[in-house]
């Protein structure tokens, strides 16, 4: 089976930005997405990729400041994350699926990363 590794995490201030990488052992699936989960709240989509189109997709509370982009290393895919709100703050996970169609959906996701937080101050 496939590891999935996320890196990029930290601190910073609500207008800041971060970037997440995503890696993969090996090509583990069609679909690469990105979930968060915030304190007390249930773990929720954020963007996803498919690795073989590049086709995007996002959640509307991110569209225009996140973006989610193959990497130049093999196998790895970035969350670039701009204007970085408080409620942006949470677990971020990244996870594969073998098969399109690609979604929001985490029980169609059988990889998953260890997860790295994100904590945005206002």
């Known amino acids: 089976q496939a590891q999935v590794k996320e890196s990029g995490g930290g601190s910073v201030q609500a207008g800041g930005s971060l970037r997440l990488s995503c890696a993969a052992s090996k090509i583990s699936g069609v679909c690469m997405a990105w979930f968060r989960q915030a304190p007390g709240k249930a773990r929720e989509g954020v963007a996803w990729i498919n690795t073989g189109t590049y086709a995007t997709d996002y959640v509307d509370p991110v569209k225009g400041r996140f973006t989610v982009s193959p990497d130049n290393a093999a196998n790895t895919f970035s969350l670039q994350m701009n204007m970085l709100k408080p409620e942006d703050t949470g677990m971020y996970y990244c996870?594969?699926?073998?098969?399109?169609?690609?979604?929001?959906?985490?029980?169609?996701?059988?990889?998953w990363g260890p997860g790295t937080q994100v904590t945005v101050s206002s």
């Open positions: 996870a594969t699926a073998r098969y399109p169609p690609c979604g929001f959906v985490s029980r169609s996701y059988d990889n």
